[in-house]
């Protein structure tokens, strides 16, 4: 009998705890795009009028926004999404995926115009996108609105470029006026984006997204540039370089954490924005929250697929104990 009441104590105990851990965690807002990944395999990239043989067809959720969503909720974190699916197929695909990781999409519209499809080449260990954004370009001012209804100061608010870049200033915009911290992954890049730059508290480009915005081949000069276009910080990610941080605070790189051999790049920067935003939510600095991030791209790339290759908690802090070994 005492052993019993002992255990249901223990068990009671976790749930306080459980629910305190929950209430102490900000919520995640991201507003972006959701895609149909159609990827393949080919051995190298087709010249002008030729038809090759590739391999290992895959058809997978994917997308900036949702990628993100889907790398943050499997992490832990209490994720809120919006954006634009169509009423077909793919569109159940990309909300099925999304809910199971746990995140909520009461906030993700079906439009009468189809679910973006990206086109993915993956040769010579790297990948190639092309996408037509469809349902995407449809996200309008509203669907941020409603989002945000619920959210608090101190929130964390993330998004990217696959949608219109005018709802994705308002939403930078909204966002900061209700008080959220702001995070802009600039993905894929535009020169007429940089007038978003000073709406970012944090702004995440990778080496070619930061050239095209500030016209530096060089990271640190390139960080430095977007600090004084007026972006609170920035985490440049370098691939297997690992990423650069950029604050008011100084400069400092954060190495790239290998787990294992690298098969599929597609969505290590969404998986690294996933669970840099979970690490902040949970109280985090940005740098620390950085080392996180990249331990989480760093298994992903050992993965096929976007979603599907994206690390659970209890899988990466298993992986963490592991290397500290
Ligand atoms: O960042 C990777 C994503 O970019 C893919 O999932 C694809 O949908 C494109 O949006």
């Known amino acids: 009998m005492a052993k019993y009441v002992r255990c249901l104590m223990k068990m009671s105990l976790y749930i306080v705890q459980a629910e305190w851990y929950n209430g102490a965690m900000k919520r995640i807002y991201l507003f972006g795009s959701l895609n149909a990944d159609l990827t393949i395999r080919a051995p190298y990239l087709p010249k002008a009028g030729e038809t090759l043989t590739g391999s290992d067809f895959m058809l997978t959720a994917g997308g900036k926004g949702a990628n993100q ?94 949608t219109p870049l005018e709802v994705v200033r308002y939403a930078l915009k909204t966002a900061r006026a209700r008080g959220l911290f702001t995070v802009f992954n600039p993905a894929p890049a535009v020169r007429e984006a940089q007038e978003l730059v000073p709406l970012a508290d944090l702004i995440t480009p990778n080496e070619t997204e930061l050239a095209i915005l500030t016209g530096e081949e060089r990271g640190e000069e390139g960080c430095r540039k977007l600090l004084a276009m007026g972006a609170g910080a920035v985490l440049a990610t370098c691939g297997a370089h690992g990423s650069l941080y950029c604050g008011q605070d100084g400069i400092m790189p954060v190495a790239c954490v290998h787990v294992g051999k690298a098969v599929d790049t597609t969505a290590a920067g969404d998986t690294f924005c996933g669970a840099l935003a979970v690490r902040l939510a949970e109280g985090a600095g940005i740098a620390e929250a950085a080392k996180f991030a990249s331990l989480c791209a760093g298994v992903s790339v050992t993965r096929r697929g976007a979603q599907i290759s994206m690390p659970s908690r209890r899988e990466v802090d298993e992986i963490a104990v592991s290397l500290h070994e």
């Open 69 to 162: 969503a889907y790398a943050a909720a499997n992490l832990g974190g209490r994720v809120h999404m919006a954006g634009c699916v169509g009423e077909d197929p793919f569109g159940d695909m990309l909300l099925t995926s999304l809910q199971k990781a746990g995140a909520d999409v009461s906030h993700v519209r079906r439009t009468a115009r189809g679910t973006g499809v990206a086109v993915i080449l993956l040769s010579d260990g790297d990948n190639r996108i092309v996408l037509d954004r469809g349902a995407n370009g449809e996200a309008e001012g509203t669907d941020v609105d409603a989002l945000l209804a619920s959210a608090e100061a101190g929130d964390i608010f993330m998004t990217q470029l696959e």
